[in-house]
C-alpha cells in the first residue's frame, strides 16, 4: 500500500477541491462511486436508523441514507475538512432534511463519539487516503452498536495483472497531482473488522477496469 499523504496536506486539498468534488469524482469513476453509496445504503440503512456518514464529504451518502431512513432517522456528518463540511450543510438544507442532521469535525482516527452509539456507520472512499486504515476501521466498530451493521466502499486493486499493472503506473503519475489524486489509494480493511469478530453480510466488487471499488456490509455482533 502506498504511504498516506500528509494529513494537513489532505485536508487542504479537499478544502480546495469542494465545490467540484462530487463532480470530479463522479467523472473519473464513471459514476461508479454512486452505485457503491447506493448499494450500501440499500444494504445497510433501515427506517428510523441512527446513521454516522464517516468521512462524509459533501454527504452524498448521508442524503442517500436519510431517504432510506425517513423522517424518524437522523445522521451525524463526520469529515476533517471544512470546505467539504461547507458543501454537504448546503445540500442537507437543499434536501430540506437539516432537522435530523447534525455535522460533526474532527479525525476518523480518533472519533469523538461514544462506544456503541449509532445503528448504522457508513464510510464511502473515505478509509482510502487514511493514515492507518485499520485503525479507521476499529473506529467505525467501536461506535457501532452491538449488532449494528458498518458499510464500507474502498478503492481496491484491480483483479488482472495486467489491468493492476496499469492501474499502479498511472495511480504513480497522479499521486504527483494531490488535486486530482484525493490522497486516495487501494487499501484493505476487511479483514481486521473480521478479527474483532463481525459477520460480513454483503459483499461487491464495482466500478471501472482501472478504478476498481470493493463495498462491504459487517454486522457488528450482538453480544
Ligand atoms: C474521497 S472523499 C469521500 C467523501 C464522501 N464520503 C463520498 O462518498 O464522496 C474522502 C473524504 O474523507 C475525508 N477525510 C480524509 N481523511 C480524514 C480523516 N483522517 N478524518 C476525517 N475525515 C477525513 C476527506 O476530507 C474527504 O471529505
Not at 462511486?33 to 456518514?53: F, H, T
Not at 437543499?94 to 449509532?118: H, I, T
Request: proline share 5%; with cysteine; glycine share 8%.
Amino acid at each position: 500500500m502506498r504511504n498516506a499523504m500528509d494529513r494537513g496536506a489532505l485536508r487542504s486539498v479537499y478544502d480546495r477541491v469542494a465545490n467540484r468534488y462530487d463532480f470530479q469524482h463522479a467523472f473519473f469513476t464513471a459514476g461508479s462511486d454512486q452505485r457503491g453509496r447506493r448499494m450500501l445504503v440499500d444494504k445497510a440503512v433501515s427506517l428510523g436508523n441512527r446513521i454516522l456518514d464517516c468521512g462524509s464529504g459533501t454527504g452524498s451518502t448521508a442524503l442517500l441514507a436519510l431517504e432510506k431512513a425517513g423522517p424518524s432517522g437522523s445522521a451525524v456528518l463526520f469529515d476533517m475538512s471544512d470546505g467539504m463540511l461547507a458543501v454537504a450543510k448546503k445540500r442537507i438544507a437543499e434536501a430540506g432534511v437539516s432537522n435530523q442532521v447534525e455535522f460533526k469535525s474532527g479525525d476518523m482516527l480518533s472519533l469523538p463519539f461514544k462506544d456503541n452509539c449509532f445503528d448504522v456507520v457508513l464510510s464511502t472512499y473515505s478509509m482510502c487516503p487514511l493514515y492507518d486504515p485499520a485503525a479507521g476501521a476499529r473506529e467505525l466498530y467501536r461506535v457501532t452498536k452491538l449488532g449494528g451493521l458498518i458499510g464500507v466502499a474502498h478503492s481496491t486493486d484491480p483483479k488482472n495483472p495486467a489491468m493492476k499493472w496499469m492501474a499502479d503506473g498511472v495511480e504513480s503519475l497522479v499521486w504527483h497531482i494531490p488535486s486530482i489524486s484525493l490522497g486516495c489509494r487501494s487499501v484493505s480493511v476487511l479483514p481486521s473488522l473480521e478479527q474483532v469478530g463481525c459477520e460480513i453480510i454483503f459483499t461487491k466488487n464495482l466500478g471501472i477496469p482501472l478504478w476498481p471499488f470493493f463495498v462491504f456490509v459487517a454486522k457488528k455482533p450482538a453480544t
